[in-house]
């Protein structure tokens, strides 16, 4: 009795001559190199996906996707007529092995996302690290991010940055989460619903305090806005806050003098501690609770002790 071949996964059906349509013209292109490619796709605007992504795409196998219908509106704007399969949170278990068995075979498989780069707060990461431990070549096609646009235009710095992703949807669990979060002395990125972002915004305010945020809103689509102002003014901004679409928030650092006492505070802390104990260990107190550099702390230590010493 021959043996039968396990059945391929449902797929969106379409397929044709490996080919994109770019400004009205078809361009050939060669089938592509065996191996997983993870590519980058629009965020919003259909324009923004790479030329090495599309020929990636029109010279793939197997495309697998997310939602079917959203990839293939980027397949019909340029003309790839390519087979797609879903792979998502609720079958990623089911599909690896199909995925793997088509790399075993020598195929090119493509894994996108409905927007954005693959693994990046989307399914991914389990197929990669198979492929990997199986030996299969892992390719990176760079491209879209929500995380690197909202970060470019929100007038932060950017030498360092945290992606934190969406909070916690119940209310406990986000504050919980936004308090460890200002532990974290750098820019912080978030993604955040319609339906949330108002009460994020709020609980934002009032644990981080004095940072500055930038409200990133539908990116690269045709109702893109960005808001910027200090988390101080977030109840003036909520009652005009458009909360349709999707929502990246960027969180700046804590100032330079948050954080840190004012002059009398500081001579406040060093009296006190010069009260019972050397100049040494007042400094050393004082420089691990007031935020001021120790050669400050040392000179304003010294004046004191000189100052408040008996005639």
């Known amino acids: 009795m021959p043996l039968r071949s396990s059945p391929r996964p449902k797929t969106d059906t379409a397929a044709g001559p490996r080919q994109i349509l770019v400004a009205g013209h078809a361009i050939a292109v060669p089938k592509a190199p065996p191996g997983l490619h993870l590519a980058a796709t629009p965020i919003g605007n259909l324009g923004d996906v790479t030329l090495r992504a599309l020929e990636t795409l029109a010279g793939s196998d197997m495309i697998c996707c997310e939602d079917t219908r959203v990839t293939r509106k980027l397949l019909d704007r ?123 915004l709020r609980d934002l305010a009032e644990i981080l305090g004095s940072r500055d945020i930038a409200i990133c809103r539908e990116m690269t689509k045709l109702h893109e806005e960005v808001r910027r102002f200090p988390l101080a003014d977030a109840d003036a901004q909520i009652g005009r806050l458009e909360t349709r679409g999707e929502f990246v928030l960027v969180v700046g650092p804590p100032s330079d003098e948050a954080g840190r006492m004012s002059e009398d505070q500081l001579d406040q802390l060093l009296r006190a501690q010069l009260a019972h104990g050397s100049v040494k260990d007042a400094v050393a107190a004082a420089v691990e609770l007031s935020g001021h550099p120790r050669r400050e702390v040392y000179a304003r230590a010294l004046a004191l002790a000189h100052t408040d010493e008996p005639e």
């Open 78 to 200: 340029y003309g790839i007529a390519a087979s797609l399969s879903p792979y998502h949170e609720h079958n990623a278990a089911a599909m690896r092995p199909k995925i793997l068995a088509r790399l075993a075979e020598g195929s090119p498989v493509t894994l996108v996302s409905d927007a954005g780069t693959p693994l990046i707060s989307d399914p991914g990461f389990k197929l990669v690290r198979e492929a990997c431990a199986a030996g299969f070549p892992v390719h990176a096609l760079p491209g879209p991010s929500s995380i690197l646009a909202a970060l470019s235009v929100a007038a932060l710095p950017t030498d360092r940055f945290f992606f934190e992703g969406f909070l916690p949807a119940k209310e406990g669990a986000r504050r919980n989460r936004i308090h460890e979060l200002a532990r974290i002395g750098v820019t912080l990125v978030l993604f955040e619903s319609g339906g949330r972002v108002r009460d994020c």
